[in-house]
């Protein structure tokens, strides 16, 4: 059975146009990681937050642009409202919250990115695996 | 249109544990505009399912499916074939939703996902008020197009009672509510002057009718020229 704790990140292209910055630190760190890049964070809806934690997902992050530059103009905070509506959904099935992230971050800040990254990395393996999710030897994804 | 919220999980859980097959069936007209039965809502409720029976456990098989009015027989056919192959269905639908389906599927237990709050309005997004009683009887002509037996607290008929303050509702005191309760005579008031007619609360409404209304058990619309 798979061991490898698996981290999906659901990023806005504006604020992740370099997938491999994220993908090669998080995976030389053990994890198992997946990169779906999105054209705003808007796009991103609670059913697939819990979709991918019950599927495929021990820990899903969302990265979103800073408030002040997302493109949609509330695109970014409606995300931070859809997350805490799906961490309310983990709470009453008995999972923990942080289980979900977001982080708004603008794709130049460098060294936002290396804390956002370090905090990923910490969360997921302190979180481990997820009890919730669907293990490969259950069925197809 | 009617208004639904989403029962707590625990609540769904203990209906549904019993059975390994689950269909759960969303309804995309109402409870999909108050955000509580729709596609997402369906997709959102079946993932969450399928996790907290894991973490109890037990692996369901849990399948979704929406249609576009769960209330009208006629949408629900495809249902009853993917029923065929569930052991219990969960319907996100308001009760009578939930009740049309129950009455397609005779074998079939189905259990509701949804409370079933009320007709209402989107008034804002993310807000949904309450704006009609069904009272059989409406008088919204009357009363510049403002409910005083579903937006007054107390039902009243002839204006406000005496303890509106600041064209806020009284019942604002006994709970903390957000946004507050207008004085829904206060909004008759202002309605009827920017409309020009004041002087309709010159003629008292008389007693009104409850004989149309619930009290006289289950109500029905017979239309003889759409009988078969």
Redesign the interface.
């Known amino acids: 059975m798979e061991t490898l704790i698996k981290v999906v990140l659901l990023a806005c292209e504006q604020a992740c146009p370099r997938p491999q910055l994220w993908i090669k630190p998080l995976a030389e760190a053990g994890l198992k990681v997946r990169m779906v890049q999105e054209p705003c964070s808007s796009k991103v809806?609670?059913?697939q937050l819990?979709?991918l934690?019950?599927?495929s997902a021990d820990l899903v992050w969302v990265v979103a642009c800073p408030e002040e530059l997302c493109r949609l103009c509330e695109g970014s905070i409606r995300m931070e409202r859809r997350l805490a509506h799906?961490q309310d959904?983990l709470e009453?099935?008995?999972?923990e919250r942080e289980r979900l992230g977001l982080s708004l971050l603008a794709a130049e800040d460098e060294a936002g990115r290396g804390k956002v990254i370090d905090t990923i990395r910490a969360q997921a393996q302190s979180l481990g695996i997820n009890?919730?999710?669907?293990q490969p030897s259950?069925g197809k994804e | 249109m009617i208004v639904g919220t989403r029962k707590p999980l625990v609540e769904i859980l203990e209906m549904v544990k019993p059975y390994h097959r689950l269909l759960l069936v969303g309804c995309d007209t109402c409870v999909a505009e108050s955000a509580s039965g729709g596609r997402r809502e369906t997709s959102e409720l079946a993932a969450a399912l399928e996790m907290a029976f894991r973490v109890a456990g037990t692996d369901k098989d849990i399948r979704e499916t929406c249609v576009d009015r769960q209330c009208i027989h006629e949408f629900l056919l495809a249902v009853v074939e993917a029923a065929a192959e569930a052991d219990a269905v969960l319907s996100l639908a308001c009760g009578a939703g939930v009740q049309a389906l129950a009455a397609r599927l005779p074998k079939t237990p189905v259990f509701p996902a949804l409370n079933t709050q009320f007709i209402g309005e989107t008034a804002e997004r993310g807000l949904w008020l309450e704006n009609c009683r069904g009272c059989g009887n409406c008088l919204l002509g009357l009363t510049g197009g403002i409910c005083p037996i579903t937006r007054c607290a107390k039902g009243l008929l002839n204006g406000p009672c005496g303890g509106a303050r600041d064209g806020w509702c009284e019942i604002n005191l006994a709970r903390e509510i957000t946004p507050p309760v207008t004085c829904a005579w206060l909004e008759i008031y202002d309605r009827l002057h920017s409309l020009g007619q004041l002087n309709r609360l010159l003629e008292p409404l008389p007693p009104k009718d409850w004989s149309q209304g619930d009290a006289g058990g289950p109500r029905r619309v017979l239309r003889p020229d759409q009988r078969p």
């Open positions: 809806e609670v059913f819990l979709r934690l019950a599927r799906a959904y009453e099935i008995g999972l009890p919730g999710c669907r259950a």
